[in-house]
């Protein structure tokens, strides 16, 4: 009994990246257009999400800023998930809702890219960075899950919107993370074009 219920997370996760390719593969496309821009042009992207989201938040900017499968100079990314300090301070003083939008403030900048993970769509502490961000006339690469949610509402023609529509938490951060494989191979492909030799 077991192991046919093991056997079902993976027939389960490899049947909903199956089934969400056709709809995500544009946008995922655009995503890599819009970071490979801003880095291009000397700006950063920015990450922020919740619990295994904010670990992807982390995964991500370490592929950027060390490598994700080809050697190559490091590119500024930064998971606004990691400073204690900053998190507690501004949890404490402000509240839970503004630990992201107070770094967007402080670190944002007009060009660069936020990825703000909910796979809710409705974190509100993700709702704020978002806000945060296009008054700084950033843009947003959202990752989100069910529908979208509130978060998929915020976002403008200029963003990108990468929605896995399942109702589980667990098999949406895992379509997020295979989508973010993707994203780092395509910035990479976009650095340095076709297969590494």
């Known amino acids: 009994m077991n192991t046919q219920r093991i056997l079902a997370h993976f027939q389960e996760s490899a049947d909903l990246k199956m089934k969400s390719a056709p709809a995500l593969a544009q946008p995922i496309s655009q995503a890599i257009e819009l970071m490979f821009g801003a880095l291009s042009n000397g700006n950063k992207i920015l990450a922020c999400g919740n619990g295994g989201s904010a670990a992807d938040c982390q995964h991500f900017a370490a592929e950027l800023v060390g490598r994700f499968e080809r050697e190559r100079f490091p590119l500024p990314a930064i998971a606004l998930t990691t400073d204690t300090s900053i998190l507690t301070a501004v949890g404490n003083d402000y509240s839970f809702k503004e630990i992201f939008s107070k770094q967007v403030q402080a670190f944002g900048q007009a060009g660069d890219i936020l990825l703000a993970i909910s796979t809710s769509g409705n974190s509100g502490n993700v709702l704020a960075a978002v806000e945060a961000a296009l ?63």
């Open 135 to 197: 008054e700084r006339e950033m843009r947003i690469v959202a990752f989100t899950g069910k529908d979208g949610g509130a978060l998929g509402k915020l976002l403008t023609d200029a963003d990108v919107h990468i929605n896995v529509q399942h109702a589980r938490t667990a098999r949406i951060q895992e379509v997020h993370l295979c989508a973010i494989h993707a994203i780092c191979d395509g910035i990479d492909v976009a650095l340095f074009g076709g297969e590494e030799e």
